[in-house]
């Protein structure tokens, strides 16, 4: 949906990908072509999902974080590796809920701003 009319506003997000298993040619296009139709223009974090250890082949990147970096260009932080979406054990991101992430300490924690669930009486 990136470049498109359906594509949802990324403004001001911590913007979640989950990557399955692949290549670094194959995440270097997909992040490179998210880059260049502006998805990562206005977010405020990116959040890579786990596992991100994608086979290097011949790739110049020495890991997977510097392969995230190079492609993304981007001056807000990036975490990768971080357990959401199709693990066993993850993190619940809810769509639209309110989070914020502190990254002052060596471990990034993660805040909700708002309750995750609400029952409407």
Not at 71 to 96: L, S
Request: contains cysteine; glycine residues 8%; negative net charge.
């Amino acid at each position: 949906m990136a470049g498109s009319r359906w594509m949802p506003p990324t403004s001001g997000a911590i913007l979640l990908l989950e990557v399955s298993p692949a290549t670094f040619d194959e995440v270097n296009d997909l992040l490179v072509h998210l880059r260049l139709a502006g998805t990562f223009d206005d977010i405020t974090a990116l959040v890579i999902g786990s596992p991100a250890d994608w086979d290097a082949g011949d790739a110049p990147d020495a890991s997977t974080d510097e392969l995230v970096l190079r492609c993304v260009r981007g001056r807000f932080p990036v975490i990768t590796g971080v357990a959401f979406g199709h693990q066993q054990r993850k993190i619940q991101f809810p769509i639209g809920c309110r989070v914020e992430f502190d990254l002052r300490s060596e471990h990034p924690v993660l805040r909700y701003l708002e309750d995750l669930v609400t029952l409407d009486h």
